[in-house]
């Protein structure tokens, strides 16, 4: 007898053997047992996870001697027949090759007699979304009103392609991807009947290479056997599954958050020389990446990865201090390069620029970062993060712009942040904030409802809480703080955020610039939640438009000048 191959071979026969189906199956079985048959069903779903085997079980389902049952006996004649795919009241039609409207109408019109032995003739259309517009509607009248003794059987691995117009005479079952659980499973037991010595971790990469698909998972492992003379080896499944190995994984990963570009070409380059499909490598990259995403949210290793125990262990303690945000930007630029990677031609220099650039992701600041004032924009993942400069006396006024001021000594309540971005030359740098850690939760909370204002609070040359008030000092030549304060919706957002921390009984005062090198312990200044108005045109700095851009931009004013024209200021 001639070899069958494990994927024929290992066919299921009944609605219990399907794989990862509980929901259809169940369905399907009740409406047997119910005498609930449809004049159309239509099974969609991706290749390989049973929709032509469950249209073969239900065709059995409702032809056997003993039926309609939702457990044929596979013993009777049609059973068999149907199995081997002989029976005459069974059509089995392949829409790829028989998509022309005159061959639907010749089948359309075969339908009209009975069946020739069996209780239903049933039509199986595979891939239904290959047929032409003019044959779906010559489908259309028979599939809505069929003779009493036909059945129609559709599917098909895209759906969307399908006319609403079937699909609305049809009862349609989605069937799912296959869980790698129950693809090692069921692996598992094949290996048993067949004597394939395959450990759990390969059994795992075949499941994990197979996508959801029994079929592929299965016609891997028959491969993978013939390969290795009936012993799969973990290393064989690791390289005829398409990727790399989870050791060169990991350290790709590492190198990607540490901004090490060197590392990562060079293994862009040991993929192109062992031959890899790109392709097939970054899928999986992909996949590992995944695993690393769900164990910086701190899922238990058994859940949160398809891989060996060791593996994972040693993936979650890299990422553990890589942080989820990272992982995850770095993830979405890893998927936002793949189609890339798939239509080059050139997939392995795609491949090598994509991981590249995710090498460069450690090297950026979000935005929230540089209106907090953090550290500077050029600092990567893997450099300390600098000390903060001691206090010391404001330098003079003559010292070039290039090189920012430092503040006064903070009092001792207070803590220097970190510095500040450099601004351009021509702009003289603001100085250094000094705040209350006290006041970070009243930060936050203005930074949730208002990210220009918060940017606009930190400049401000000290934030303290005195007496039930809220004291901003404004920086010695201040022009825009105040301007800021003085917009209705700044005003709103800044009182919201009082009320949130502190109570309704919260209140403000910006008090009035003072030079850097004063004392701050008893300033002077303005009347409770009244900000003193900039000391140069307020008419011209409270203009809507300059408002907006101020705001838009979070910009500052430097000076304001007079135009005039014909008949204008």
């Given at each position: 007898?001639s070899y069958?191959?494990?994927?024929?071979?290992?066919?299921?026969?009944?609605?219990?053997?399907?794989?990862?189906?509980a929901p259809?199956?169940?369905?399907?079985?009740?409406?047997?047992?119910?005498?609930r048959?449809?004049?159309?069903?239509?099974f969609?779903g991706?290749?390989?996870?049973?929709?032509?085997?469950?249209?073969?079980v239900l065709?059995?389902a409702?032809?056997?001697?003993h039926?309609?049952?939702?457990e044929p006996?596979?013993r009777?004649?049609p059973c068999r027949e149907i199995?081997?795919g002989?029976?005459l009241?069974?059509?089995e039609?392949?829409?790829a090759?028989?998509?022309k409207?005159?061959?639907v109408?010749?089948?359309?019109?075969?339908?009209?007699y009975?069946?020739?032995r069996?209780?239903y003739?049933?039509?199986?259309?595979?891939?239904?979304?290959r047929?032409?517009?003019?044959?779906?509607?010559?489908?259309?009248?028979?599939?809505?009103?069929?003779?009493?003794h036909v059945?129609?059987?559709?599917?098909t691995t895209?759906?969307?392609?399908v006319?609403?117009?079937?699909?609305?005479?049809?009862?349609?079952?989605?069937?799912?991807r296959?869980?790698?659980?129950?693809?090692?499973?069921?692996?598992r037991?094949?290996c048993?009947?067949?004597?394939?010595a395959?450990?759990d971790?390969?059994?795992?990469?075949?499941?994990?290479?197979?996508?959801g698909?029994?079929r592929?998972?299965v016609?891997?492992?028959?491969q993978l056997?013939?390969?290795?003379?009936?012993t799969?080896?973990?290393g064989?499944?690791?390289?005829?599954?398409?990727?790399l190995?989870n050791?060169l994984?990991?350290?790709?990963?590492?190198?990607?958050?540490a901004?090490?570009?060197?590392?990562?070409?060079?293994?862009?380059?040991?993929v192109?020389?062992h031959g890899f499909?790109?392709?097939?490598?970054?899928?999986?990259?992909?996949a590992?990446?995944?695993?690393a995403?769900?164990?910086?949210?701190?899922?238990?290793?058994e859940?949160a990865?398809?891989l060996?125990?060791?593996?994972?262990?040693a993936?979650?303690?890299?990422?553990?201090?890589?942080?989820?945000?990272?992982l995850?930007?770095?993830?979405h630029?890893?998927?936002a390069?793949?189609?890339l990677?798939?239509?080059?031609?050139?997939?392995?220099?795609?491949?090598?620029i994509a991981?590249?650039?995710?090498?460069?992701l450690?090297?950026?600041?979000?935005?929230?970062?540089?209106l907090?004032g953090?550290?500077?924009?050029?600092?990567?993942?893997?450099?300390?993060?600098?000390?903060p400069?001691?206090?010391?006396?404001?330098?003079?006024?003559?010292?070039?712009a290039?090189a920012a001021?430092?503040?006064?000594?903070?009092p001792p309540?207070?803590v220097?942040p970190a510095?500040?971005l450099?601004e351009p030359?021509?702009?003289?740098?603001?100085?250094?904030?000094?705040?209350?850690?006290a006041?970070?939760?009243?930060?936050e909370?203005?930074?949730?409802?208002?990210?220009?204002?918060?940017a606009?609070?930190?400049?401000?040359?000290r934030l303290?809480?005195?007496?039930?008030?809220?004291?901003?000092?404004?920086?010695?030549g201040d022009?825009w703080l105040?301007?800021?304060?003085?917009r209705?919706?700044?005003?709103q957002?800044l009182?919201?955020?009082?009320?949130?921390v502190w109570?309704?009984?919260?209140?403000?005062?910006?008090?009035?610039?003072?030079?850097?090198?004063?004392?701050?312990?008893?300033?002077e200044?303005?009347p409770?939640?009244?900000?003193?108005?900039?000391?140069e045109e307020?008419a011209?700095?409270n203009?809507?438009?300059?408002?907006?851009?101020?705001?838009?931009?979070?910009?500052?004013?430097?000076?304001?000048?007079?135009?005039?024209?014909?008949g204008e200021?």
């Amino acid at each position: 007898m001639s070899y069958q191959v494990l994927a024929r071979k290992w066919r299921p026969q009944d609605f219990a053997a399907l794989i990862g189906q509980a929901p259809i199956v169940t369905a399907l079985s009740n409406a047997l047992r119910e005498g609930r048959i449809a004049q159309a069903y239509l099974f969609s779903g991706i290749r390989g996870v049973g929709k032509t085997t469950a249209a073969r079980v239900l065709a059995k389902a409702l032809n056997c001697e003993h039926g309609p049952t939702p457990e044929p006996c596979n013993r009777c004649t049609p059973c068999r027949e149907i199995s081997a795919g002989s029976d005459l009241d069974v059509l089995e039609v392949d829409a790829a090759t028989y998509s022309k409207v005159e061959q639907v109408r010749e089948l359309t019109e075969s339908l009209r007699y009975g069946p020739a032995r069996d209780r239903y003739k049933v039509v199986v259309l595979d891939e239904v979304h290959r047929l032409s517009r003019q044959a779906f509607d010559a489908l259309l009248k028979i599939v809505e009103e069929p003779p009493p003794h036909v059945v129609f059987i559709f599917a098909t691995t895209e759906i969307d392609a399908v006319p609403a117009t079937i699909l609305s005479r049809c009862q349609e079952y989605h069937f799912r991807r296959v869980a790698v659980e129950d693809l090692v499973v069921h692996l598992r037991e094949i290996c048993t009947a067949e004597t394939i010595a395959a450990s759990d971790a390969a059994l795992r990469l075949i499941a994990r290479a197979g996508e959801g698909s029994v079929r592929d998972s299965v016609a891997l492992l028959d491969q993978l056997a013939t390969f290795g003379g009936g012993t799969v080896a973990d290393g064989d499944a690791a390289r005829l599954a398409g990727g790399l190995d989870n050791s060169l994984f990991l350290a790709l990963l590492g190198a990607m958050l540490a901004g090490n570009a060197a590392a990562v070409s060079a293994a862009a380059r040991e993929v192109e020389d062992h031959g890899f499909d790109p392709r097939s490598v970054h899928a999986h990259f992909l996949a590992f990446c995944r695993d690393a995403l769900h164990l910086a949210l701190g899922s238990p290793l058994e859940s949160a990865t398809d891989l060996p125990r060791e593996d994972a262990a040693a993936l979650a303690a890299l990422v553990r201090g890589a942080g989820y945000e990272n992982l995850l930007r770095l993830l979405h630029q890893l998927l936002a390069s793949e189609s890339l990677i798939r239509r080059s031609e050139s997939g392995a220099l795609a491949l090598e620029i994509a991981w590249l650039r995710g090498a460069e992701l450690p090297k950026l600041r979000s935005v929230e970062e540089i209106l907090r004032g953090g550290a500077p924009l050029l600092s990567t993942a893997t450099s300390p993060a600098p000390a903060p400069a001691p206090p010391s006396r404001p330098a003079p006024a003559a010292r070039p712009a290039a090189a920012a001021p430092k503040s006064a000594a903070p009092p001792p309540t207070a803590v220097a942040p970190a510095r500040p971005l450099a601004e351009p030359a021509a702009v003289p740098a603001a100085p250094p904030t000094a705040t209350d850690p006290a006041l970070q939760p009243f930060l936050e909370a203005v930074s949730r409802r208002k990210q220009s204002l918060a940017a606009h609070l930190a400049q401000a040359r000290r934030l303290e809480w005195v007496e039930g008030e809220l004291r901003i000092h404004a920086p010695a030549g201040d022009t825009w703080l105040g301007a800021a304060l003085e917009r209705p919706s700044n005003r709103q957002v800044l009182e919201e955020a009082l009320h949130e921390v502190w109570g309704a009984a919260a209140g403000w005062r910006l008090c009035a610039n003072i030079p850097a090198n004063s004392s701050p312990a008893a300033p002077e200044t303005a009347p409770t939640q009244r900000p003193v108005a900039p000391p140069e045109e307020p008419a011209a700095l409270n203009h809507p438009t300059v408002q907006n851009v101020l705001e838009l931009f979070n910009g500052r004013v430097e000076s304001v000048q007079r135009r005039t024209g014909e008949g204008e200021d």
